[in-house]
C-alpha cells in the first residue's frame, strides 16, 4: 500500500521569495515519486520525477525535489517565485518509475503575491 | 511526448443522464487511465483501459456506473452513468507512452451535475 501527505492545502509566497511544497509518503516497496503542477482549466504537466537515481531531483522551470529517505520527503522547491508559478502543485507515488497507476496526494495551491 | 485530446471539455448535465467523455491519443500508448477528481481535492484512478478487453477498475468503483471502452491503442471513452450531483468533478484521461518513461494528462473534463 501507498500513500501521500502534502503538508499545506495552500500556500502564499511573495515573488522572488523561495517555495517551499512538502511532501512526505508512505510506501511498502521503494518508492517512485513525483510533482505534477496543473494551472488552471489544464491538465497536469510532469515536473520532476525520482527514480533511484541521485537523491536530489532537478525538473523544469527551476524547481528541485529532494528524495529524503530517512524522512519518507519528497519536497518541492524553487529558489526564487515567479507569478507563473501561481498553480495546484501534486505530489504523487507509484510503484514503477514511469508513473501510471498514481497515488496523488491532496494538492498544494501555490499562490505568488507581487 | 504524447498530446492528448478529450471531449466535452466540459458539460452541465441533467441527474438521471449519462455523458460519455472521449481521450484520444495522437500517437500508440501502451497504458490508458481514467482518473477523477473531485471538487478541492485530489486525483483518484478510477480504471485502467485495456484494449479489447474489459477495464480494470480501482476499489469504490464499478462497470455499470462508468462502463469505459477501448477499442484501439489511441481511443478510448468513459461514460457516467446514471448522473447525480456527487458525480460532479473534472474526470481526466492519462496515458503511458510507447517507450513506458511517463504518464501524460489530458486537459480534463469539467462536469456539473444539476
Known amino acids: 500500500a501507498q500513500s501521500v501527505t502534502q503538508l499545506g492545502s495552500h500556500v502564499s509566497v511573495s515573488e522572488g521569495a523561495l517555495v517551499l511544497l512538502r511532501c512526505n509518503y508512505s510506501?511498502?516497496?521503494?518508492?517512485?515519486l513525483f510533482w505534477y503542477v496543473q494551472y488552471p482549466n489544464q491538465g497536469l504537466q510532469l515536473l520532476l520525477k525520482?527514480?533511484?537515481?541521485?537523491?536530489l531531483v532537478k525538473g523544469i522551470n527551476g524547481f528541485e525535489a529532494e528524495f529524503k529517505k530517512s524522512e519518507t520527503s519528497f519536497h518541492l522547491t524553487k529558489p526564487s517565485a515567479h507569478m507563473s508559478d501561481a498553480a495546484e502543485y501534486f505530489c504523487a507515488v507509484s510503484q514503477n518509475n514511469a508513473g501510471n497507476m498514481l497515488t496523488f496526494g491532496g494538492g498544494t495551491r501555490l499562490m505568488v503575491k507581487p | 511526448s504524447a498530446v492528448i485530446s478529450q471531449k466535452p471539455s466540459r458539460d452541465i448535465c441533467q441527474r438521471g443522464t449519462s455523458l460519455t467523455i472521449q481521450c484520444q491519443v495522437d500517437s500508440q500508448v501502451t497504458m490508458m487511465f481514467w482518473y477523477r477528481q473531485q471538487p478541492g481535492q485530489s486525483l483518484t484512478l478510477i480504471a485502467t483501459?485495456?484494449?479489447?478487453?474489459?477495464?480494470?477498475?480501482e476499489s469504490g468503483f464499478v462497470i455499470d456506473k462508468f462502463p469505459i471502452s477501448r477499442p484501439n491503442l489511441t481511443f478510448s471513452t468513459l461514460t457516467v452513468s446514471n448522473m447525480s450531483p456527487e458525480d460532479s468533478s473534472i474526470y481526466l484521461c492519462?496515458?503511458?507512452?510507447?517507450?513506458?518513461?511517463?504518464?501524460?494528462f489530458g486537459q480534463g473534463t469539467r462536469l456539473t451535475v444539476v
Open positions: 525520482y527514480t533511484s537515481a541521485a537523491t
Open positions: 510506501s511498502s516497496v521503494p518508492p517512485y
Open positions: 492519462s496515458v503511458l507512452g510507447i517507450f513506458g518513461t511517463e504518464a501524460f
Open positions: 483501459a485495456n484494449q479489447g478487453s474489459e477495464a480494470t477498475y
